[in-house]
């Protein structure tokens, strides 16, 4: 049952993931050809890219973190013993889930604070609302390190 779960979300995260590349595609596109045909454009849309660009660098954070395909330096992990290896994934690992804890609980406070605010981006679109993926992402990959601390990374795997 949980990984029938897991395996739902994980698709309706690449999902948005795709969707977010196609309307970011689809946009910029049709921004181009309305210039072009000189209408001007859409004024909302720089706007709605710019948010879009956030929503994608999040959403490719979550699914780089979940691959555990993130940018990671493995210098030591190929001239040391399992056991270390193990040791050193581990402790990796829960500070990796430490900082995206901490990012994601400032990155809230920085939410509730545009919220505050009460600014739009676009199209009367709240900022906050736009700029809640920030804590939501960060939390998702905190919990995830956390696990990949009490689990084996892939590469090391036997």
Not at 14 to 41: A, K, P
Not at 52 to 76: D, P, T
Request: net charge neutral; hydrophobic share 55%; with cysteine.
């Amino acid at each position: 049952m949980l990984v029938k779960l897991r395996n739902i979300l994980y698709t309706l995260e690449d999902s948005l993931l795709l969707t977010l590349v196609v309307s970011m595609v689809v946009l910029s596109f049709s921004q181009l050809v309305l210039r072009n045909l000189g209408v001007g454009g859409m004024a909302w849309s720089d706007g709605a890219l710019r948010v879009n660009v956030l929503w994608l660098a999040m959403f490719g954070a979550l699914r780089a973190s979940r691959l555990q395909n993130h940018i990671s330096i493995n210098l030591l992990s190929h001239y040391v013993s399992e056991t270390l290896k193990k040791r050193l994934h581990f402790i990796v690992s829960l500070c990796c889930a430490a900082i995206c804890a901490v990012a994601a609980y400032y990155s809230f406070l920085f939410v509730q604070l545009e919220k505050e605010d009460g600014f739009t981006a676009f199209l009367n679109v709240p900022v906050w609302l736009c700029e809640a993926i920030i804590p939501f992402a960060l939390a998702i990959i905190a919990i995830r390190f956390l696990f990949f601390a009490l689990t084996l990374p892939e590469p090391y795997a036997d």
